[in-house]
Structure formats: C-alpha cells, structure tokens
C-alpha cells in the first residue's frame, strides 16, 4: 500500500461520521479555508478539518497522528507566526464551534473553542456583562484566554486567564478531559497562561462582570506633542483608579470625520482612555489629557462590544509584532518610546503602543505561569503594511522600537503579542520553575508534543 493510498484510506474514515466540513487542496474553498490573519504566512495544509464537535475534533487527530502528519489548531486565527497553520499538514479549524452561552444568574458563559471576541462581547452585551477580552474583535477566545489574555477591562476584572473557570480539551490521544479547580487542576494551571500546548481546548467556561456602561476618550496629538501627551497619560495612570486603561499609540492618522483632513495619512499622536463607567465619570479622569492642546478628541459612553472594534485591522495585510515588558518607565523611557515612533512606516497600518498594566492585573492570582502580570508597563511595536518591497523596513522598525525601551526592560514577556522569537522568550515569559513545572504537565497530557505549533514547551524528560 502505497502513502498515497494509506492517506486516502485514512481520509474517507475520517469523513464517515465527521459532522463538520473536510478541506483538501483540490476542494473548492479550501484557499479561503486556509487564510490566516498575517498575509505574510502563505502555507498549504494536506487537510482543514473544519471540527463541529469535540469528537470531530478526536478524529481528526486521530487521522493525523496515523499519517504522522504536523497539527496546528485554529481558532482565530490571529497567531503573527501563523502557527494556526501547517505547510503539508493537517489544521484542527475549530470556527465552526462558536457557539457562546450566557448563565446570567451564575454570572459565567460557556464559550465554543472557535468563538471570537465579536461571538463573546455580543452574547453579554444584553445582560450588561463583560468579562476582559483582546483588543480586536476577531481575536480567538481560546487562544486568547489560554495565553494569559490582556484587554481594556484587565485592570478592573483580571487577566483572561484570571477568569477561565473551566475548560473541555481534547488530549493529543483523542480523549476529552474537564479542567477546573477539582478535575485534572495541573491541567487548568497550566492552561491559564501555558496556552495551547496541551491540547485543543473545545469549550471554555469564563466568569463575567457586570459592566452596566463604559467610555472611551481618544486625544490626537501631533507627533511633536507626543512625548508630553505620554507624560502626562504615564501620570494619570499613576493614580488612576482600577476602571481607567486605554494605552498611547503612535499610529497613522485615519480618514475618520474627527481627524483633521490634514493629518490623514501622517503620523499622529493618540492617547486613548478607557473607563469601566459613565462619560461622566470618564471626564473627571481624563481632565488632565484634555486639558492640553489637542488636534482632535472623541469622548463619549458606548457598548463594550463596539470599544472592541475600534482598533480592528482587516485580514490579509503583512504582519510582525513584538513587545517589551518595562519595570519602570521615567522621562527618559517616554523619550526613548516616542523617538522610536519616528522610524514607523506611514502611511501604513502600524502602531507603536503603550499599554498600563497594574490594577487587577497586578493583585491577581500570583500562582499560575503569567510571570508579565507584575510589570507595570508593556511597548508594543505592531507592524503591519501591504507592500512586501516594506518587510524589511517594517521588521527592522519593529527590532528598534523594542532595542529603544530595552534599558527599562524586565525580560518577561505576553506570548501572544510577539511571534516566533526563541526559546529563551518562551521560558522568560514563564519564568524557569514555571516551566519546569509546565513541562511536566507537558510530559502528561501530550508526551509526544503533538501540539508543538505554539510558543512550545517541551515535555519534561521522564
């Protein structure tokens, strides 16, 4: 029997009694299938198997692990390494499995492993609950909430990870295991910040919040303004209560209604805050902002789910991301970062962001393997362009903003906002007894690093 014909065989198994959709490179539809959010990653899977249920989601990694081929899993989509894909393997697509369910009297909501934060923030926008999630509203929940999960809401309500009450994965071996505090706790440790390395998460559980209104404010400056609308926003949050976020944002000006016609298309200043409550209250702590010289500002209170569109980027544009954690950040850090602005390629779709962290971020569960959360301050470098002739220059930009904020950096780091940089990342942004301790939940659940498409962790030695 020839592989050609072990794999045909092994494919009509796995489409007897699959209730999900099967892509090969010969179907119809299979180049949309296998699309990713960074347009820079263009691989071929052997097979999408587009999963409606955790036993779809068995069967096909049973089917590749009988033809020994690679497994990425997909959610969102959203990884900038593209690892929710596999050149010549298969993808466990898991967007058909979006369904969200809201408990309004338990306060929780159960979460296909496939949803986006789109699917999540409006099944609880009706019931005035929230609970934090990406900044995009096409982020996957799941490997959003299994990498740690950092929004506007983390420093009134927690990481993402803080809010995982309970998840269903399917294990390398196909069985379908429950996580929480009583069943199988090594397991939900180190899935609240180990992300997806331990198997494929099919449901999750999240707590919510009651969120009865939120507010956002966003201050244009002109680039030369920067470094003090910086200041002054690294002040305010200094003793801002836990309700106020937002973060600054070196960004090229939109063709919006409130950016003067002669900033769209150069480079701007924005300072965005946003306030888990009124407009009224949201005025009483961004006076400070507000009261400097400005090109433009838009104040105002409006659904939770509608803050997460703001900063949406369209799939299909080139990608590169990285971040520094900084332990402080004094005048000569603010400098450092708005200098750095300068090399940003404009016009472009590219952010050079500044995110507070502190709040419920900081006071939050010291245990599990999110060694970030006690860094007070994150750069966050977000290249993104259309013309590939700009690689270079845009990944360079990238390298340099990171070098910029390097003096005053802690060496942790948020995995999902950077892609593939090294092991010594992966195991810094744990810390080492973490991952000692997350390699031997490795070794338990998946052995053989089945799963390995991530920012990986390998199974502790026996």
Not at 46 to 54: E, F, G, K, P, V
Not at 247 to 262: A, I
Not at 431 to 447: F, I, M, T
Request: proline share 7%; with cysteine.
């Amino acid at each position: 029997m020839t592989p050609r014909t072990l794999f045909d065989s092994s494919l009509a198994h796995l489409r007897d009694g699959f209730s999900g959709a099967i892509h090969t490179p010969e179907d119809e539809g299979y180049d949309e299938a296998r699309a990713v959010f960074n347009g820079m990653i263009d691989r071929r899977p052997a097979l999408i198997a587009q999963c409606a249920s955790a036993e779809d989601v068995a069967s096909a990694l049973r089917c590749a692990r009988s033809e020994e081929l690679e497994i990425a899993v997909r959610g969102g989509g959203h990884s900038v390494a593209g690892m929710a894909s596999s050149e010549g393997g298969l993808v466990v697509d898991l967007r058909l499995m979006h369904e969200v369910g809201v408990d309004r009297e338990a306060g929780t909501a159960r979460v296909g492993g496939g949803a986006v934060m789109s699917h999540l923030d409006r099944a609880t926008q009706p019931f005035a609950l929230a609970t934090t999630g990406g900044r995009a509203s096409t982020t996957g929940v799941g490997g959003f909430t299994l990498g740690g999960g950092s929004g506007w809401l983390e420093r009134k309500f927690g990481l993402a990870c803080d809010n995982l009450l309970a998840a269903e994965v399917v294990t390398a071996d196909g069985t379908t295991v429950r996580a929480s505090d009583k069943e199988n706790p090594d397991l939900f440790w180190a899935l609240r910040g180990g992300g997806g390395n331990f198997g494929v998460a099919t449901s999750l559980t999240l707590r919510l919040h009651d969120l009865p209104a939120m507010s956002m404010a966003l201050i244009v400056f002109r680039p030369e303004d920067g470094p003090e609308a910086v200041t002054a926003f690294r002040d305010l949050m200094a003793t801002a209560p836990d309700e106020a976020g937002g973060g600054c944002l070196y960004l090229t000006g939109p063709p919006e209604d409130f950016v003067p016609p002669q900033l769209v298309g150069k480079p701007v200043c924005g300072v965005l805050v946003t306030w888990a409550g009124t407009e009224t209250g949201l005025r009483e702590v961004a006076a400070p902002l507000l009261a400097l010289p400005h090109e433009a500002e838009v104040v105002a209170e409006l659904p939770y789910a509608d803050l997460q569109c703001m900063l949406d980027d369209p799939p299909g544009r080139r990608n590169y991301w990285s971040a520094e954690y900084l332990g402080g950040f004094p005048d000569e850090a603010v400098a450092a970062f708005c200098a750095t602005a300068g090399a940003m390629p404009v016009p472009s779709g590219s952010q050079h962001i500044l995110f507070p962290l502190g709040g419920a971020v900081a006071s939050g569960p010291a245990d599990l393997p999110v060694r970030w959360r006690s860094s007070p301050w994150v750069v966050h470098p977000f290249g993104i362009w259309d013309d590939p002739a700009d690689d270079a220059r845009a990944r360079n930009w990238v390298h340099e903003a990171r070098a910029g904020v390097g003096p005053w950096a802690d060496d942790a780091v948020y995995l999902n906002f950077i892609g593939q940089e090294g092991h010594e990342r992966v195991v810094a942004a744990f810390g080492e007894e973490n991952y000692a301790r997350l390699a031997g939940v490795k070794r338990r659940y998946d052995p053989d690093n089945v799963f390995r498409l991530n920012h990986n962790i390998e199974p502790a030695a026996a």
